[in-house]
C-alpha cells in the first residue's frame, strides 16, 4: 500500500468523496443557518452573494420569540415528547422482559404482532384515528399526543430492549431470586440497572422519533397555542408575503438544534438503536 | 398450565425457603400470568390506538362517512370509485415512482457514503454525527429549507445556474410538474442517506479486519475483497435497510406535505397527502380512508417479506 501514489489515490478514494457528501448532506442546514441571520432585505438585494452574510442579524431570532408563539411550540413539544417518551420506556421494559425472559400462552405471537405493529406508518392510520381521538374528546389537549405516539414506539423499544435484557446472563437472576427477590424486584433492582445502555437508546430514539413527529401533530393539535414546533413553523410561519424566510429558517433551526445536540452527546445510543433491528451480535 | 413445568425450571438450585416464598406470592411470580400482565399496558394503548383505528379504518372505507357524521354502508363503492379517479390513478403512479426512484439512489449513496466512513479514521465521531443530521433533525423543518432551495425567487441553485451563465431565469422547481416529482425525490434522497449509510457502516464494522488481511495475502484484488469479503458480509442489513426505506417512502407523508402539498396539478401527490386532501381537508373520511387502505397490500408484502428474511436469519 506504500508507494508515492498513496496519498493521491487517498485524496480520489475518500477526501473527495467525503467532501461531496458533506457538501451536499449539510449544504441545507448551512442555507436555514444564514438566512436565519441575514436581514430579510438583504435577501432581495441581487448583488449580495446569497451563499454568504452580508450583515449579520438576530433580528430574526427577536421576532420569534416575541411576535409568535414559538415558546409555545417549544413548551408543548418538549412536555409530549417527555411523557410520551417515558410512558413507551414503562410500557417497553415491561414488554421487553415479557417477551425476552418469561414463557406464557401467546408469546410468540404477541412478538411477531409488536413486530408488524412497528412497521404500521401513521399515514395508514392517521384518518381513523382522528375519528377515535374526536370521540375521546381529546382534540388540541396533550393526551392526543402523549397517547397515540407510543405506538409508534413501544414496538421498536420493546424489540431493542429485549434483545438488552437477553443479553444479560440469566444465572444473575436466578441468583437474585434465590436471595428471595420477587420477579419484579429482580427487574428492577438487577436487570434495570445492567441495562442502562439499552434504556438510553431506546429513551433518545422515543424522543426523538416524538420531537420530529408531523402528521398526528398537524391534525390533532390544530389550534394556534398548541402545536408543536414541526407543526406551527409549517403552517403559522409561512405567509402570503415574501418576508417570512428569516423567521421561518430561525424556527427551523431552533427546532433541530435541541435534536442535534442530543444525538451528538450520544451519538453511539443512537446508532445501536437504530441499528438494533437490523445488525445482530 | 405450564405452571408446574414454568416453576420447576426456575427453581432448580433456589431453598425451599424461597420456594415458599414464590408459591405465596402467586399472579406475579407465576410465569404465565406475569408475562401477561405485563404485556397489558402497551397492548391496551396499542389496542385502542393502532389495532382499533385499523379496522376502523376498514369500516369507514366501506361508507360513505364524512367528518363528522357516520356514513351507511356501501360496500365497494369507494374503491370502485377510487379507479375511475384520475387524481387517484396519478397518485398511485407517483407514489410507485417516489419510491421506487428514491429507494435505489438512498442504498447505493448510503453504500458509498459508510464505505467512505469506514475508511475515514480522522475526526471520525464528529463526521459521523454531521452526515447523520438529514436523517435525525425534524423532517419537516429540514424540508423548510429544501423548501427555500426550491423557491422560484430566492433559490440559491437557480443564483448560482444564473451567475454560471446555464440558465437565463430562475427555475421554477415546484411549479413544473417533472421538476416538481425530481425536486421532492432529490429532498427524500437526501434525507435516506444517512440512514442506510450509517446501517451499512454497522454491518461492515462487524467484518473483522483478518478476513480482509487474509483476503489481500491470498492476493486477492480491491475488487474481489469487496466482491467476496465486504458484500457477503453486508447483504443482510442493505435488504432489511432497502425493505424498511421502501415502507416508508411508501407511507411519507411530510415532506411532500411542505415542499408540494400534492401539485402542481396533483403531479406530486402520493397516498398520505391525497388521503389527508381528501379525508380531512375535503371532509370526505371514507373516501380518504379508502385511498389510505390502498397502500395497505403493498405495505403488507413489504412486511412480510421483511419478517420472512428475519426468521430465516433467525
Known amino acids: ?281 | 398450565m405450564s405452571v408446574p413445568r414454568a416453576l420447576s425450571s426456575t427453581v432448580g438450585t433456589t431453598s425451599s425457603d424461597a420456594r415458599m416464598r414464590r408459591r405465596r406470592a402467586g399472579l406475579l411470580e407465576r410465569e404465565a400470568s406475569l408475562g401477561v400482565l405485563l404485556m397489558v399496558p402497551g397492548a391496551l394503548l396499542l389496542m385502542v390506538f393502532m389495532a382499533y383505528p385499523f379496522f376502523l379504518g376498514i369500516w369507514l372505507s366501506l361508507t360513505d362517512s364524512m367528518i363528522g357524521r357516520m356514513g351507511r354502508f356501501v360496500g365497494l363503492r369507494n374503491f370502485v370509485d377510487l379507479l375511475g379517479d384520475d387524481i387517484f390513478l396519478q397518485t398511485t403512479k407517483n407514489t410507485f415512482v417516489y419510491a421506487m426512484v428514491t429507494v435505489p439512489f438512498k442504498a447505493t449513496l448510503g453504500l458509498g457514503l459508510a464505505l467512505v466512513l469506514n475508511r475515514a479514521i480522522r475526526f471520525s465521531n464528529g463526521i459521523r454525527a454531521a452526515v447523520m443530521m438529514p436523517w435525525i433533525v425534524p423532517t419537516a423543518l429540514s424540508t423548510l429549507g429544501w423548501f427555500m432551495i426550491f423557491d422560484p425567487v430566492f433559490s440559491p441553485i437557480s443564483w448560482l445556474l444564473r451567475h454560471l451563465g446555464l440558465a437565463t431565469r430562475n427555475v421554477n422547481f415546484l411549479g413544473d410538474p417533472v421538476l416538481a416529482i425530481s425536486s421532492v425525490c432529490l429532498a427524500n434522497i437526501w434525507r435516506g442517506i444517512p440512514f442506510f449509510g450509517i446501517i451499512i457502516l454497522a454491518g461492515l464494522q462487524a467484518v473483522p479486519n483478518e478476513l480482509h488481511e487474509a483476503a489481500a495475502i491470498d492476493g486477492a484484488t480491491t475488487w474481489q475483497r469487496f466482491r467476496h469479503v465486504t458484500v457477503p458480509a453486508i447483504k443482510g442489513v442493505v435488504l432489511i435497510a432497502t425493505l424498511l426505506s421502501i415502507i416508508w417512502t411508501f407511507a411519507d407523508f411530510q415532506l411532500i406535505y411542505v415542499l408540494t402539498k400534492g401539485g402542481p396539478a396533483n403531479q406530486t401527490h402520493i397516498f398520505g397527502t391525497y388521503a389527508y386532501q381528501i379525508g380531512l381537508a375535503a371532509t370526505e373520511i371514507g373516501t380518504g380512508a379508502t385511498i389510505a387502505l390502498y397502500m395497505f397490500p403493498i405495505l403488507a408484502f413489504f412486511a412480510v417479506l421483511l419478517l420472512l428474511y428475519l426468521r430465516r436469519e433467525d
Open chain 1, 1 to 281: 500500500m506504500v508507494g508515492s501514489g498513496r496519498l493521491g489515490r487517498q485524496v480520489l478514494s475518500l477526501y473527495l468523496p467525503l467532501a461531496a457528501y458533506l457538501l451536499f448532506l449539510l449544504f441545507p442546514f448551512y442555507w436555514m443557518s444564514i438566512v436565519s441571520l441575514k436581514p430579510t432585505n438583504d435577501l432581495f438585494e441581487m448583488q449580495y452573494n446569497p451563499f454568504w452574510i452580508q450583515h449579520l442579524t438576530l433580528e430574526n431570532y427577536r421576532y420569534l420569540f416575541e411576535n409568535t408563539a414559538f415558546p409555545e411550540w417549544v413548551k408543548n413539544t418538549l412536555i409530549v415528547s417527555t411523557v410520551s417518551t417515558a410512558l413507551s420506556l414503562f410500557c417497553s421494559v415491561l414488554i421487553g422482559y415479557a417477551l425476552a425472559r418469561l414463557r406464557f400462552p401467546g408469546s410468540n405471537f404477541l412478538g411477531v404482532g409488536i413486530f408488524l405493529a412497528y412497521l404500521v406508518p401513521p399515514t395508514l392510520l392517521f384518518l381513523p384515528l382522528a375519528h377515535v381521538i374526536a370521540r375521546l374528546n381529546l382534540y388540541n389537549t396533550y393526551w392526543a399526543l402523549i397517547l397515540t405516539y407510543p405506538t409508534q414506539l413501544i414496538p421498536f423499544a420493546s424489540w431493542l430492549l429485549m434483545g438488552y435484557f437477553r443479553s444479560i446472563p440469566k444465572e444473575i437472576e436466578e441468583s437474585a431470586m434465590a436471595d428471595g427477590c420477587s420477579r419484579l424486584q429482580t427487574l428492577v433492582r438487577i436487570i434495570l440497572p445492567l441495562s442502562v445502555p439499552g434504556l438510553l437508546s431506546a429513551g433518545i430514539f422515543s424522543f426523538t422519533l416524538c420531537w420530529n413527529e408531523f402528521l398526528y401533530a398537524l391534525i390533532f393539535m390544530s389550534s394556534g397555542a398548541m402545536k408543536t414546533i414541526a407543526v406551527g413553523t409549517v403552517s403559522d410561519l409561512i405567509k402570503a408575503d415574501t418576508l417570512f424566510w428569516g423567521s421561518l429558517m430561525a424556527s427551523a433551526v431552533l427546532g433541530s438544534v435541541p435534536i442535534a445536540i442530543l444525538y451528538s452527546f450520544f451519538v453511539k445510543h443512537y446508532v445501536s438503536g437504530l441499528t438494533a433491528g437490523a445488525v445482530k451480535g
